[in-house]
């Protein structure tokens, strides 16, 4: 089965891969930039989540592989791959794995190394979510209902962009919830360890995020010996959306 993407603009081919519960709209915005200055945008959506396929497997061999058959369908070689959090796992083994395929790889606030499991609340309240025709009665509902689960409204609408109106007029999620609860743990998991990817390769990292520390940086190098590792000031994890115009403009140097 092929991933499903978004496709747009006309020129060398760029794929982005989102984080955990996102999906590949989450870039739009910032994809039609890249697109206006000759790029094909891919905008690729990881298996069990936006409007990808299903699967009981889930851990970042099947991810990195998906998208190996995924630019083996559309012709794609030579690619720009940018990955965050989740996604960045994703485009680390896969740069490692298929080395010939990239150009240029950049990491958006995620490292190699292993992170605990920090989304039990989350999906706490997603599941709860499911549970609830009510609260699936509409999106202010849904807010609604989450809000005793989720305090941050950013975060709320980020996972609300999941929500899609089925045929019985109730609101569903796109993400596959069970199989994520299930193999929440392979979202944290570490890069093999001896892999090492010798290509040009970016790591942004979010000045208000804890996701990668100077402690991090050895770690970094030592599986990218030439990675750059740049700060996004006033921004967080979700560097990309809190502060989109540095984000933009260090992307486009790096690849200029």
């Known amino acids: 089965m092929i991933l499903h993407s978004n496709i747009s603009g006309e020129g060398k081919a760029f794929v982005i891969l989102h984080g955990f519960l996102g ?13 206006d200055t000759g ?52 485009a680390m083994l896969f740069a490692m794995r298929y080395p010939e395929l990239i150009d240029k790889l950049i990491i958006a606030d995620i490292g190699p190394k292993e992170y605990p499991q920090h989304h039990q609340q989350i999906l706490e309240g997603l599941q709860a979510l499911s549970a609830s025709s009510d609260a699936r009665s509409s999106r202010g509902n849904a807010d609604t209902f989450l ?19 089925q045929k019985d007029k109730t609101l569903a999620l796109r993400v596959n919830l069970p199989v994520l609860v299930n193999e929440i743990e392979a979202i944290g998991e570490a890069l093999p360890t001896q892999t090492i990817y010798e290509g040009d390769t970016l790591f942004l990292k979010g000045m208000k995020s804890n996701y990668i520390t100077e402690s991090d940086e050895n ?38």
């Open 39 to 90: 790029y094909e945008m891919h905008l690729v959506d990881q298996r069990n989540h936006g409007r990808s396929f299903h699967s009981t497997v889930f851990n970042y061999e099947a991810l990195a592989e998906d998208l190996k058959a995924y630019c083996d369908y559309k012709g794609l070689t030579k690619i720009i791959l940018l990955g965050h959090s989740m996604g960045g796992k994703t």
């Open 147 to 165: 809000e005793a689960y989720i305090s941050d409204w950013g975060t709320r609408q980020f996972l609300l962009k999941n929500l899609y109106w």
């Open 23 to 35: 999906m590949g709209d989450n870039w739009k915005t910032l994809a039609g930039q890249f697109a």
């Open 219 to 256: 770690l970094i190098h030592a599986h990218f010996p030439n990675a750059e590792i740049i700060g996004i000031k006033d921004a967080g994890h979700w560097l990309h959306a809190e502060n989109p115009e540095d984000f933009y403009d260090a992307v486009l140097n790096f690849l200029n």
